[in-house]
């Protein structure tokens, strides 16, 4: 039996794969039944009528830090997922690291779960860490319920999740291979950043440009070119995070060209920011990879507009305040890593209607693609029906200042501070629930996927 409407959202500019049009979407038991005309509204059913505001499907979110259990002093549950569902979205896919335990092993899923449940705002997804010594976990993980998984090729940051080189990412690629399941890559390779130590000795690290220097677009090529390599031999799906040197797209374009199944992810900051303008002391920017130049910006949101780039996904990384050294400004000493998963909408569709680019492209890069990437299309990112009724409505003209009392991450240190952005998050409906309608969004609605 089919359930009865019981709410109509409308808009007279809904973003449907199809394109903005005027829609009255259907919600019934926490699905779309039905994307519909304008005037059709069931009789019995409550009516959201959102005028002429935009309607997108929910945000996903796939490159998202939740430190908790053992860091919850950095973020937690409760806290990013507000933040969250305050910037419409609707479904983010929390990061291996950097709570303690790292995500590595079955229990240490268990304990994640643990302790999220009851807790999150939107609904959640795990992925799991490739690190040295865990082969023999991965299976175990996929059947826990696990996205897919996270390496490093480099240094991660943390004691907890080692890093692993090809001796151990060629089985972990195989094996991933045969269950399915997509491998994440922070694609830097420690050489060119050795390299490029040695020759820093002695710099300012109050200075942005020594800590651009010390990251250089080699550590990614290289990286790039090994992680290419591995999944022709292997066949595993696998992603490149936060991808920063536009001199490695000619890398990605011949992968994509090949037709290996192969994606990349950029982040909000890489598409705002540009090395020339972060002024020296200024630790809120440090993330690795670093913000790179102006020039290197725009061949990202070309290599976004080509589909070189799949996806943004905002890479929210939050730390204690103090761990970011901002009285001291020491860019080598500091955490790297950006808070930024409340704004990304708004920071991402500000900058891409500067150049041109629409709600239907951003909904592709941050509903769809993130859907795909998880494994979650068919329920998540779209607004069509049988889909889940997660939907971000936006003023997509309207200005935002980013002031501290409208920031709900733990922390509101954030580069974003004091900026002016365009779109406003109107409400954010998860499974046709109210989680968010300017005020505080709501607790404990999410759901651990």
């Known amino acids: 039996m089919t359930a009865a409407v019981e709410l109509v959202v409308r808009s007279r500019r809904v973003v449907t794969p199809a394109g903005v049009v005027p829609a009255a979407i259907h919600v019934a038991g926490g699905t779309i039944a039905r994307v519909a005309a304008w005037d059709e509204v069931p009789a019995g059913a409550r009516l959201d009528d959102r005028d002429a505001l935009a309607i997108l499907p929910g945000v996903g979110d796939t490159h998202v830090h939740v430190d908790e259990p053992g860091r919850t002093e950095w973020e937690g549950f409760a806290t990013a997922t507000r933040a969250a569902a305050a910037g419409g979205t609707t479904t983010l896919v929390d990061m291996p690291l950097n709570s303690i335990p790292a995500t590595t092993t079955r229990e240490a899923l268990a304990a994640k779960r643990a302790a999220a449940r009851g807790q999150v705002s939107v609904d959640v997804g795990f992925w799991g860490g490739v690190v040295p010594g865990n082969l023999d976990e991965l299976a175990g993980m996929v059947a826990d319920g696990v996205r897919g998984f996270k390496c490093f ?43 490029a130590a040695a020759a820093l000795a002695g710099a300012d690290p109050r200075r942005y440009a020594t800590y651009l220097a010390s990251r250089p677009p080699a550590a990614e090529e290289e990286a790039i070119a090994l992680v290419t ?4 031999d ?187 952005l365009v779109g406003r998050v109107h409400a954010t409906y998860l499974r046709g629930q109210l989680v968010f309608d300017g005020a505080d969004p709501a607790d404990g609605l999410g759901a651990l996927i």
Request: with cysteine; charged share 20%.
């Open 234 to 420: 292997t066949g595993a799906r696998t992603h490149v995070v936060h991808h920063s040197a536009a001199s490695a797209l000619p890398l990605l374009r011949a992968a994509r060209g090949e037709g290996l199944p192969l994606t990349v992810e950029t982040c909000p900051h890489y598409l705002r920011f540009a090395a020339e303008t972060i002024p020296d002391g200024a630790t809120a920017f440090k993330c690795a990879p670093p913000i790179r130049e102006e020039a290197n910006r725009e061949a990202l949101w070309q290599a976004l507009a080509e589909g070189v780039l799949d996806l943004v996904a905002s890479d929210h990384s939050p730390c204690a305040p103090g761990l970011k050294r901002l009285e001291a400004g020491d860019f080598v000493a500091a955490w790297g890593g950006i808070a930024g998963l409340q704004l990304a909408l708004p920071v991402v569709w500000t900058e891409a209607r500067r150049r041109g680019h629409t709600l239907v492209d951003v909904a592709r890069w941050m509903c769809a693609a993130p859907a795909r990437l998880a494994g979650l299309t068919g329920t998540k990112g779209a607004i069509a029906a049988g889909a889940d009724a997660d939907l971000c409505v936006l003023g997509d003209d309207e200005a935002v200042t980013v002031t501290p009392a409208l920031v709900r991450h733990r922390h509101a240190v954030t580069p974003y501070a004091g900026a002016e």
């Open 153 to 195: 090729l480099v240094e991660s940051g943390v004691d907890e999740f080692g890093w692993v080189g090809e001796p151990e990412l060629r089985p972990a690629m195989a094996r991933l291979a045969a269950l399915g399941a997509p491998l994440l890559v922070h694609a830097e390779v420690a050489g060119p950043i050795e390299r």
């Open 229 to 232: 390599r591995l999944c022709r």
